[in-house]
């Protein structure tokens, strides 16, 4: 059976996405026993330098160029040497089924090689209206092969490898703290994603048909009057857009209010330490959760069946 490709996108920073990608990930590795990779398209490299430490993410970014990283896969290839497996002892952490495709900052380049390429194409008489979001498509069909899911951390705006992952991924989940900042974007965000990917479901272009699966609560502080009321935002938000015009949000989009995660400083002692929850802290609070919405994700994604 082919893996899913979960694409996890906010166009705001700040949100907890990677903290969302990172245990998430690992979760479903460590929990579930499956074969899970982490793929770092975001140039900041948050994942990148928490799974795989300071010091070897610095020498992989000390060249500044993509070489090693995650911008591969905007080749149409799969390359494994671009594969980390951050907790592989025996004796220690041991997580065999848990990868990392890193990034680096030279990724700031990838949008501007891509209309290189693009251009190229027009020049040469060999480009289609929208090959800039088909550069992923292969490598995404391979880690399908490869993977039961690859968790993709996108970066916090809509450029060019963002739109290459929301093109190709199955399931789409938005990390979203429910404040006032971050719920006035979701419905804005939502509406930019459709206008990217109906045009090209209309065409049939795309073969799978991306889905919002789930906006996933991040930071939640269940006494505040302000978050039970974003609760109530996000939901209405959802809602406006369970409709046949749109095409990423179905009747089965949830929201997960009741699988939250809270703001704990055990997960920035855990990005210290390079490791996630599930290593650092097992029975925290902060895992638990991350249990609970790992277990909703993946009701989710077989529901979608």
């Not at 704990?264 to 902060?286: D, G, M, N, T």
Request: glycine share 6%; with cysteine; net charge neutral.
């Amino acid at each position: 059976m082919a893996g899913k490709v979960i694409s996890l996108v906010n166009f705001k920073g700040g949100v907890g996405k990677t903290t969302l990608t990172v245990n998430l990930a690992s979760c479903l590795a460590k929990e579930h026993d499956k074969k899970v990779l982490t793929l770092d398209l975001d140039p900041q490299s948050n994942s990148s330098i928490w799974l795989m430490g300071p010091a070897k993410w610095s020498l992989l970014n000390s060249g500044g160029d993509l070489i090693g990283t995650s911008a591969a896969m905007f080749s149409g290839k799969v390359i494994e040497d671009t594969f980390i497996n951050p907790f592989t002892d025996p004796t220690g952490n041991f997580l065999p089924q848990f990868c990392l495709c890193p990034a680096n900052l030279g990724m700031l380049d990838l949008q501007a090689k891509i209309w290189l390429f693009c251009n190229k194409r027009k020049l040469e008489g060999t480009y289609n209206a929208g090959d800039e979001y088909f550069l992923f498509a292969k490598a995404a069909r391979l880690l399908r092969e490869r993977f039961d899911f690859v968790l993709v951390d996108c970066p916090p705006n809509l450029d060019l490898g963002t739109c290459n992952a929301l093109c190709h991924s199955d399931h789409i989940v938005i990390p979203c703290i429910p404040d006032t900042l971050s719920t006035s974007g979701l419905k804005l965000m939502i509406e930019k994603m459709e206008k990217l990917v109906a045009p090209l479901l209309s065409s049939q272009r795309l073969k799978i048909a991306p889905s919002i699966i789930g906006v996933a609560i991040t930071k939640f502080k269940g006494a505040t009057n302000e978050h039970q009321s974003g609760l109530e935002t996000i939901e209405n938000i959802i809602e406006e857009f369970r409709s046949p015009q749109y095409r990423l949000v179905d009747e089965k989009t949830v929201v997960f209010r009741d699988q939250p995660m809270g703001e704990y400083i055990v997960h920035s002692e855990a990005v210290q330490e390079s490791l996630p929850l599930c290593f650092y802290a097992p029975a925290s609070k902060a895992y638990g959760q991350v249990k609970a919405l790992t277990q909703a994700v993946l009701s989710a994604v077989e529901d979608k069946k």
